[in-house]
């Protein structure tokens, strides 16, 4: 059983920064990739990074160059930090994971980029 907590939402304004850990409990999860995804009002989830067990990354072109997804094992937290945000980026944040076949999902954290 993996529960995922995202938190660390907020509002900021365009230009602004913001970091969101996703916390896991249950079994370490060093060893699963580690998923953000985002969904906008009236638009489908889409999917933001990735890291891997061994720590590769990889990210949507939207996020490329402005997001850094890391995680620190030791707390089994993976946080997707985020930088010159803009209005584009308002949205529910969420961390996923699957294990042993099974996804998880945690509940999300609201993230509102406006002035």
């Known amino acids: 059983q993996v529960q995922l907590q995202e938190s660390g939402g907020g509002l900021v304004q365009p230009g602004g920064s913001l970091t969101l850990p996703c916390a896991a409990s249950g079994r370490p999860f060093s060893i699963n990739a580690m998923h953000w995804y985002r969904q906008a009002p009236g638009k489908q989830r889409e999917w933001v990074a990735t890291?891997?067990?061994?720590?590769?990354?990889n990210y949507a072109a939207s996020a490329k160059g402005r997001f850094t997804i890391f995680k620190d094992n030791a707390k089994n937290t993976v946080y997707l930090q985020m930088n010159s945000l803009t209005p584009e980026d308002t949205a529910v944040y969420y961390c996923?994971?699957?294990?042993?076949?099974?996804?998880?999902w945690g509940k999300g954290t609201q993230v509102t980029v406006s002035s």
């Open positions: 996923h994971t699957v294990r042993d076949g099974i996804p998880y």
């Open positions: 890291i891997t067990g061994g720590g590769s990354t």
